[in-house]
């Protein structure tokens, strides 16, 4: 992450302004092991270089524990801070001789101290915007405030030289938007205020100027009770007395409101819509989105920068309590003229206004169109000097109309620091406004995840934020997350300051459901029964209507419907918060129909209606069943309100069960079947129980206890042996065969398998066959019998050829290439790994690449080609992240660290093995005996070559790791 525009090819570069950044070698380290460790590491950057004796260390960061307690938290911290930054910790952190030292690396403070009295601009400039922010914002150390005052008086005389450089240099824009940003952080310095009064005036804004010396009046009275400087008096005197007037005289009548709540987020939309008012080819811009997306406050907050900006006359008016269109114009005559004769017409507008720039934002028009695009149109034609900012929840559709669509804010993703959550607009929309409500209410490690929670169901949509905020009064975080859709009018404000159609969610979305028709109602209520998005087709079959494509056109500019044309075909969606309000709006008939067409739509769906024989496992029918997961999730759910039965809610889990493990979504689907297993355990639905508990136990063999597995299979065996489904019974003992296996009884394992395979064979179903027989070949090879492994692959190989699946051939010629190599024949092995490829490259599958190239790589480690196999390892990375197939990852990951140990890449090899087996712990994994063996020679290894510090520096580094960062160091 580049934090400045000073060029900085250091290694290690450090931010201490607005907080702390560190970036090592291109990678941002985005947390320390503890906030005393990052305040530790700050502490040293900031005194890069300085040498601080351990006891003096000791004494700052844990002055309440006694001597030993201390020096055992400042080894483990600088251990930590050295694992933090991997290799070039050697180079930079010096911790031997009783002192602690850190050195070689690049601070933003050090750059800003090194010429921050420079005479020239552009060098000045570029060291003044290295303050961010204030000294390590967010920290509360005790030498820190001392250290900013110094820094902050630098950094006001270096911005005050500056402005005085800014005529001279004609730069004069730019210095006033460092002013600008200086006197935002310094608060009070009337030096740096006078600067910008007089930019001001030398850029013709006087208004502007005079607006500064009246806040600067304001700040001096209500923090010291003083009063202004007589030169800034004087200048102001100056300004008003002035004959020169370079900009239009302000309408003496206020042109808007001032706001009552802060402004957050946004201010890349904010920009971008000055520009496209101030300077774009149309004289309308349109900000366009549904209810509750915050299109007034962007109009305001856009209207008060025009305000400051001085270069424009600017008038804001509402009109949702406007009921006619006929009185828009005398709503405008009323704003520009005050009092007006009742015969005046838009030329009376043109008369007062001139020539003079000017912009008219006229807020809330949805329901007064069409017809107010014809006023609108009009004005722009008889006001050729006014450009003109709406917002509407519809376009306005007349000739020279810009539509700008008004985004939801953005949400958390994955897994994030609390610093790096607290900078998601909709995570510091949520705090500011729980603030409000609750002045002490903090972003913290007990609330982050439920915030963050909240912000994702609530999709973004400010409204819904606000209204969840103001609940933190008398409920917690987790509190509000579990009542968000609970139905009963939660999300809903009591004041009374506030139009009552933004006092709940429902009040605003019955506003823009009052401006649809019936039909487009209908429709728009239909699309309720999805959820995650669908397509046109999937609308139209479950609608049942025959013009929905024209619905959804309308709903999507109505803004109710959101569409991502990115996606083949488009997709459409609503925000989840809608969604909810649209679904509790059907009445109980209706919505028991369309679930039941939507269950329908998504079990023909999982059977590769129009996508390929899903038998076949092919890419386009796994991606689609993939996109539209949640769709299926839903259909499944609709079996606990009768809509589907038990029957066909356990046929459409084991249609679509090739998806879970590839695609990453066993965890949410075990969790589904076991419900449902609950729900149905004392009814008679026998077949649907068997089916069931053979896909459960299947799934639990990755997340549960070899002994839970087998139980589970027993189960299952019992509830099919009295159905007599053949292939469910194959099922079963394929899966005893695979716990069998893992258990070390070889001979319960070929017993398994053989009946799991007559049970496929005599069902006619080659893709389970080539996995059963697979499976027990791979049993010979754990007997060591090497000569039946590989002549049972052989007699596979056929059977997987005429299968018609791509992933069981591509799996059966892998494990044929490994027994190649194992036998010394590298030419058949590198031959079929070859072949194994290119079937993957025709069914463009990364999830068997990953494989394929996983145990090609192993195979190169087992022949000591060490640096060939972490190339090879590297590649099934990158497709199994592609694929996200991360519990390959995690598998993978034990041999991709043998391989990184045996090519001298000792450290990262520690990192990977760290991670893996923490994680084996955590989900009670056990370790296979060859994986075992295979650590216990890699740590061995590595402990000798990095030594105890090194190693165990790794070891937490691995350890305290996530999934994404221990594949970022990999990568690195």
Request: net charge negative.
């Amino acid at each position: 992450m580049q934090h400045t525009s000073v060029e900085d090819s250091h290694p290690i570069r450090i931010g201490l302004f607005g907080g702390l950044t560190v970036v090592c070698n291109g990678q941002e380290i985005t947390r320390f092991r503890t906030r005393k460790t990052a305040s530790l590491f700050a502490y040293l950057a900031f005194f890069e270089g300085r040498c601080h004796p351990r006891d003096v260390l000791m004494d700052l960061f844990w002055p309440e524990s006694n001597q030993d307690a201390a020096r055992q938290s400042l080894r483990m911290a600088l251990s930590a801070i050295r694992g933090a930054l991997g290799s070039e910790a050697k180079l930079t952190l010096e911790t031997d001789r009783g002192i602690a030292r850190l050195s070689n690396i690049s601070t933003d403070v050090a750059k800003f101290e090194l010429e921050s009295d420079s005479d020239d601009f552009e060098t000045l400039a570029q060291r003044i915007k290295l303050v961010r922010g204030t000294l390590l914002a967010g920290f509360d150390d005790s030498w820190i405030m001392a250290q900013w005052l110094r820094i902050e008086e630098m950094y006001a005389q270096a911005t005050v030289r500056l402005m005085g450089l800014a005529k001279d240099q004609a730069e004069i824009e730019r210095a006033i938007v460092i002013g600008r940003h200086t006197a935002t952080l310094t608060g009070v310095r009337e030096d740096v205020h006078l600067g910008l009064m007089k930019l001001l005036a030398a850029s013709g804004r006087n208004a502007a100027a005079i607006a500064q010396f009246e806040e600067l009046e304001k700040m001096l009275d209500d923090q010291w009770g003083e009063r202004p400087s007589d030169e800034a008096i004087r200048v102001l005197n100056s300004l008003e007395s002035s004959t020169v007037i370079h900009r239009p005289t302000p309408i003496p009548r206020p042109a808007i409101s001032a706001r009552t709540s802060s402004f957050v987020g946004r201010e890349d939309e904010v920009a971008e819509v000055i520009a496209l008012v101030k300077n774009g080819p149309n004289r309308l811009v349109t900000l366009m989105g549904m209810g509750g997306m915050g299109k007034t406050s962007l109009a305001s907050v856009i209207a008060q920068r025009f305000v400051e900006d001085g270069a424009h006359s600017v008038w804001m008016m509402e009109f949702a309590d406007v009921l006619s269109p006929e009185r828009i114009v005398e709503k405008i005559l009323k704003s520009v003229l005050g009092d007006f004769d009742q015969l005046a017409t838009i030329s009376a507008i043109a008369e007062e206004i001139g020539q003079r720039p000017s912009i008219f934002v006229l807020d809330n028009l949805e329901h007064l169109l069409p017809e107010g695009s014809v006023v609108v149109r009009d004005l722009l034609a008889a006001l050729p000097s006014v450009r003109i900012l709406a917002t509407s929840r519809v376009r306005l559709s007349i000739d020279g109309e810009q539509v700008f669509v008004v985004p939801p804010l953005a949400i958390p993703s994955g897994s994030m620091s609390l610093g790096e959550l607290s900078r998601v607009s909709s995570v510091a929309l949520f705090t500011d406004r729980a603030r409000a409500s609750r002045p002490n209410f903090v972003l913290g490690p007990s609330n982050a995840t439920a915030i963050a929670e909240i912000c994702r169901r609530l999709d973004g949509l400010p409204l819904a934020i606000e209204l969840a905020a103001s609940k933190v009064i008398t409920h917690s975080p987790s509190q509000i997350l579990s009542k968000l859709f609970s139905g009963d009018e939660f999300l809903q404000s009591r004041r009374t300051d506030i139009a009552e159609r933004q006092r709940s969610l429902r009040a605003s979305l019955d506003w823009s459901l009052s401006l649809l028709a019936n039909q487009e109602k209908e429709g728009f209520l239909t699309t309720s029964v999805f959820r995650g998005g669908f397509t046109a087709e999937a609308a139209l079959e479950v609608a049942g209507a025959r013009k929905f494509d024209d619905f959804l056109e309308l709903l999507v500019e109505s803004s109710l419907v959101v569409c991502d044309t990115l996606c083949d075909p488009p997709r459409f969606r609503l925000l989840e918060p809608i969604r909810e309000f649209a679904l509790s709006s059907l009445s109980p008939s209706k919505a028991h129909e369309l679930r039941r067409r939507h269950f329908e739509y998504f079990l023909k769906l999982s059977k590769g209606a129009g996508l390929g024989a899903p038998r076949a496992a092919n890419r386009v029918w796994l991606d689609a069943l993939h996109t539209d997961n949640e769709n299926l999730c839903c259909a499944f759910e609709s079996v606990f309100d009768g809509v589907a039965s038990p029957d066909e809610a356990a046929e459409l889990v084991v249609t679509i069960r090739p998806m879970f493990l590839p695609r990453g979504h066993s965890a949410v689907w075990r969790s589904l079947i076991l419900r449902l297993m609950e729900h149905i355990k004392d009814r008679p639905y026998l077949a649907a129980r068997a089916k069931l508990s053979v896909v459960y136990a299947s799934m639990s063999s990755n997340m549960s206890s070899a002994e839970e597995v087998k139980e589970l299979f027993l189960q299952a065996k019992a509830l099919c042996d009295q159905t007599g489904d053949i292939e469910q019974l194959g099922m079963v003992e394929y899966g005893l065969g695979g716990y069998s296996k893992i258990a070390g009884e070889h001979a319960e394992a070929i017993y398994h398998f053989q009946l799991a395979m007559s049970a496929f064979e005599s069902v006619d179903d080659d893709a389970k066959l080539v996995a059963a027989t697979r499976q027990l070949a791979m049993t010979y090879l754990s007997m060591k019998d090497t000569a039946q492994c590989y002549s049972t692959l052989k007699q596979a190989l056929p059977v997987a050829r005429r299968s018609g699946d791509p992933d069981a051939l591509a799996w059966t010629l892998t494990d044929l290439a490994v027994e190649h190599s194992r036998n010394g024949l590298q030419g058949e092995a590198e031959a079929c790994f070859k072949e194994a490829h290119e079937v993957c490259i025709q069914t463009d599958s990364s999830y068997m690449r990953a494989i394929v190239f996983w145990e090609q790589g192993d195979s190169e480690l087992r022949r000591g080609l060490a640096s060939h196999a972490v190339a090879l390892l590297s590649q099934s990375v990158e497709h199994a992240l592609r694929a996200d197939f991360r519990e390959l990852l995690k598998r993978m990951l034990v041999v991709y660290a043998c391989a990184l140990q045996a090519d001298n890449q000792a450290e990262r090899g520690v990192v990977a093995l760290a991670f893996v087996l923490g994680w084996r712990e955590r989900e009670k994994r056990q370790l296979t005996p060859d994986e075992s063996a295979s650590i216990d020679t890699a740590k061995s290894a590595a402990l000798k070559f990095l030594g105890p510090d090194s190693f165990d520096s790794a070891w937490a580094r691995g350890t305290s790791a996530t999934l994404d960062e221990v594949i970022n160091i990999l990568k690195s």
